[in-house]
């Protein structure tokens, strides 16, 4: 099964502070790609990357050709045509700026959608920027979305945003937290997750990525956090599986963060990880159902509140 996303890669800062280097990163099927990305550097300001970094919030670009992106070319040749930058920071001190891109999205159901408040402007979210695909259905949800505005716990973003986790919705059809449902079930769209970004200044921003169930966000998402008054164990507090549906929480999913292995390391460093090895817990029937979808790796993105790791994100691919 294809996802919405189609490579993952995750920057860090050089010894030096002077420019990002690839630490980790997912490239299924684009092993020349790969090797343009391992060879790079950006700094401050330069690349999608380096501009991130720069101004110190997520970004999006629609189109890859054409624009700053660096390696457009080598996207092009492999259907490469959205991207969004997702940086970490922990006050000022950037670590890790966290890249998605998307391809084929002209044939593909899928949205991606960056949301933002600054108070000093209004009290509501608003989109700042998105991509909506091609089509008169996709129009008509990319004008709702863009007329409109969120107040803070209002939407899966206003939610978001409010409570500073990350919100998950397998079903919209059955969702009553979604209010565009009639022009994303027109669409085709059915699932939804909403993550609120840590940025340098105070405004706030939540990234939205909306997909179809035949091409979801990921085969599997996870949201972790920690075990109250149990500071080295983590507990899975949401999540489903394209194979296995809604994913158990609660007590009977609490484990150590080093049996975790991306997502405990994400967790104590605050450094997105992308990995081929999955956290060593999972159940047989965890295991069952990642082995049916074919997943081969995890990402996982950590969100950050008042400068401390308050979850992270696990999507499996």
């Known amino acids: 099964m294809n996802t919405l996303i189609r490579i993952a890669e995750v920057w860090v800062p050089t010894e030096d502070g002077a420019s990002l280097e690839l630490s980790s990163g997912w490239f299924p099927g684009a092993s020349a790609f790969e090797a343009i990305t391992r060879q790079m550097l950006f ?31 080598a996207a ?15 006050g000022d001190a950037l670590l890790c700026v966290v890249v ?13 959608e960056l ?40 939407g899966a973003p206003g939610l978001a945003w409010q409570t500073g986790q990350t919100v998950c919705i397998a079903d919209i059809a059955s969702s009553s937290r979604f209010l565009r449902k009639e022009a994303a079930l027109a669409l085709g769209i059915g699932r939804a997750m909403a993550l609120p970004c840590s940025v340098r200044d105070t405004s706030s921003w939540v ?15 996870e949201v972790w956090s920690q075990q109250p008054g149990r500071p080295d164990d983590l507990v899975r507090i949401s999540g489903f599986c394209e194979s296995a549906g809604e994913l158990p929480t609660g007590a009977g999913t609490v484990h150590k963060l080093e049996a975790l292995g ?27 159902a990642l082995q049916a979808l074919g997943a081969q790796s995890v990402l996982a993105l950590p969100v950050l509140m008042d400068d401390a790791v308050n979850e992270v994100v696990a999507l499996y691919f």
């Open 43 to 73: 700094a401050r300001g330069e690349g999608l990357p380096g501009r991130a970094w720069e101004v110190g919030h997520p970004l999006m670009m629609r189109e890859l050709s054409g624009s700053y992106f660096k390696r457009a070319a």
């Open 207 to 221: 990234l939205a990525l909306l997909s179809a169930p035949s091409k979801p966000i990921a085969l599997r998402v």
């Open 115 to 154: 949301w933002r408040n600054d108070a000093r402007i209004s009290p509501d979210m608003t989109l700042m920027d998105g991509y909506f695909g091609s089509g008169a259905q996709a129009a008509e949800l990319e004008a709702l979305t863009r007329d409109g505005w969120l107040p803070r716990g209002t």
């Open 262 to 288: 991306a997502v405990g390391t994400a967790w104590r460093t605050g450094v997105a990880q992308a990995s081929t090895q999955w956290p060593t817990p999972d159940t047989p029937e965890d295991r069952q």
């Open 100 to 112: 998605l891109l998307m391809g084929g999205a002209a044939t593909s159901v899928g949205t991606v």
């Open 76 to 90: 092009k040749a492999i259907d490469l045509t959205c991207a969004v930058a997702w940086p970490v920071f922990q």
